[in-house]
């Protein structure tokens, strides 16, 4: 059974970088796409890009010039890097496994972890 | 950017109701659609992609359909378990949220 595992600070400051890694286990992350997700408090979903095992990756035009996914394969790993945040960027950020269905279609979720943009 | 308007936001029901949630798009997306659920403290659940291929595991009461750009997400007995708030996600192009539905007990 695929599990993951956000980990990270839950507090930045404004204008700082966010930084979050996804541990997977119970499977090989090669051969799937991986992707970020934040939901605001009270609010929707919104992804934020994937990547591949390969490197290949694919950001939210809205976040694009502030997203940085990584991967390592060796850790089975994959980490989001968030600049400059704000408030706004509060957030429960999830990380997510793409399955067969698509680039796209999440079938494996972390448990989501909490991060406040706060001074 | 592609928009996903979902209505309604709220839906009172009762266990046994049939539900119809919808999710327009703003353009064409041909099917690439799907359907989550998540409850509350917990991370989305697949149900539907591909507009409507049932995910393995999903019970078959959950199905999804396509007119043009309207979907629906359609409940055909609604079980305790159900109460729930429901996403759809196009992708398209990149990949959007609808703003979700809440489904409450009447």
């Known amino acids: 059974q695929v599990q993951l595992q956000e980990s990270g600070p839950g507090l930045v400051k404004p204008s700082e970088t966010l930084s979050l890694t996804c541990s997977v286990s119970?499977?090989?992350?090669?051969?799937?796409?991986w992707s970020w997700v934040r939901q605001s408090p009270g609010k929707g979903l919104e992804w934020l890009g994937y990547i591949y095992y390969t490197g290949e990756s694919n950001y939210n035009p809205s976040l694009e010039s502030r997203v940085t996914l990584s991967i390592d394969t060796s850790k089975n790993q994959f980490s989001l890097k968030l600049t400059s945040v704000t408030a706004t960027d509060t957030a429960v950020y999830y990380c997510?496994?793409?399955?067969?269905?698509?680039?796209?279609?999440?079938?494996?979720w972390g448990q989501g972890t909490l991060v406040n943009v706060s001074s | 950017d592609i928009q996903m308007t979902q209505s309604p936001s709220i839906l009172s029901a009762s266990v046994g109701d049939r539900v119809t949630i919808t999710c327009r798009a703003s353009q064409n997306i041909n099917n690439w659609l799907a359907w989550y659920q998540q409850k509350p403290g917990k991370a989305p659940k697949v149900l539907i992609y591909?507009?409507?291929t049932l995910e393995s595991g999903v019970p078959s009461r959950f199905s999804g359909s396509r007119s043009g750009t309207e979907f629906t997400l359609t409940i055909s007995s609604l079980q305790p378990d159900d109460f729930a708030t429901y996403y759809c996600?196009?992708?398209?192009?990149?990949?959007?949220f609808g703003q979700g539905t809440k489904v409450e007990i009447k």
């Open positions: 996600q196009q992708y398209e192009s990149y990949s959007t």
């Open positions: 591909k507009a409507s």
């Open positions: 997510a496994r793409a399955g067969l269905s698509g680039k796209y279609v999440l079938d494996y």
């Open positions: 119970g499977g090989s992350i090669r051969s799937y796409y």
